[in-house]
C-alpha cells in the first residue's frame, strides 16, 4: 500500500517510524493510517488527525518486554496483574509515551487513541473507536471471521463495528486460552447493550 503525504509532521514520524518497527509491522501501520483517514472522512472526524494515530498507533511494537514495563513505569503509569503476565498488552501505553515524547505529539486526543487502541475501553471518543476499528479492519488484514461484515459495518455504524471486533477478539483469546483483560469484556458489554437497544 502506498503512502499517503498528509503534511510535513506525517512524514517526519512516519520516517522515524520505519526505522523503528519491521516491515511487516510498519505496513500493517500505514494500513490502518489510511482506513483511519477514510473512517474519519465518513464519520466528520478530523482526517490528519486520524492518519497520524493510525500511522503510530503500534510505535512501541519495536520494544521488548523489559522495556515495555520500564517505560511505562517511568512514566508513572499503572501495570495490572494481566499487564505484567501479558507484557505485550503494554504496547499500547507505551505507544502514547512514545507518540509524545519521541515523536512530539502535542495532542492529547491523539495520544488517547494511540492509549486505548488493543482493548478498547467503554464510552470511547471517535477519534479512540476510529483508529480501534482502523487497527482490525485495515486491507493488510486476514484470517479474521466476519472480515468482510466487520469491514461493511465500520462505515455504516461504529458502535456497532466495536462490539463485532470485541466478541471476536474475546472469542480468539478464548481458543488460545490467553487470559482476557477486564477492560476488553466491559469494551465488549458497553458497546453491545449499545448496538442492541
Ligand atoms: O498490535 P496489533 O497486533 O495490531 O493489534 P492489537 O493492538 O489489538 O493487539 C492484539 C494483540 O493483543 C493480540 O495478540 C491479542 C492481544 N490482546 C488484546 N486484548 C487482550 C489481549 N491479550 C490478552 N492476554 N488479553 C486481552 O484482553
Ligand atoms: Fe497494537
Ligand atoms: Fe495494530
Not at 65 to 79: A, G, P, R, S
Request: include cysteine; glycine fraction near 4%.
Amino acid at each position: 500500500m502506498g503512502t499517503i503525504v498528509i503534511d510535513e509532521k506525517y512524514e517526519a514520524c512516519r520516517k522515524i517510524l520505519k526505522e523503528e518497527i519491521s516491515q511487516k509491522r510498519y505496513l500493517h501501520s500505514i494500513g490502518v493510517s489510511n482506513t483511519a483517514a477514510c473512517l474519519a472522512m465518513r464519520y466528520d472526524a478530523d482526517v490528519s488527525k486520524a492518519a497520524l494515530a493510525g500511522l503510530l498507533h503500534d510505535c512501541a511494537k519495536g520494544l521488548n518486554k523489559e522495556e515495555l514495563v520500564v517505560i511505562t513505569q517511568e512514566n508513572d503509569l499503572e501495570i495490572s496483574p494481566i499487564e505484567r503476565s501479558n507484557p505485550e498488552l503494554l504496547h499500547s501505553k507505551a505507544g502514547a509515551i512514545l507518540a509524545k515524547q519521541k515523536y512530539k505529539i502535542d495532542d492529547d486526543g491523539i495520544c488517547s487513541a494511540i492509549y486505548w487502541h488493543t482493548t478498547g475501553k467503554p464510552d470511547m471518543t471517535l477519534l479512540e473507536m476510529i483508529i480501534f476499528a482502523a487497527d482490525y479492519i485495515e486491507p493488510n488484514r486476514c484470517n479474521i471471521p466476519n472480515l468482510d461484515r466487520i469491514r461493511k459495518t465500520a462505515f455504516v455504524d461504529l458502535k456497532k463495528t466495536t462490539a463485532m471486533i470485541c466478541a471476536n477478539s474475546i472469542e480468539y483469546l478464548k481458543r488460545s486460552s490467553k487470559e482476557i483483560d477486564r477492560i476488553t469484556i466491559d469494551t465488549y458489554d458497553y458497546y453491545n447493550k449499545l448496538s442492541v437497544k
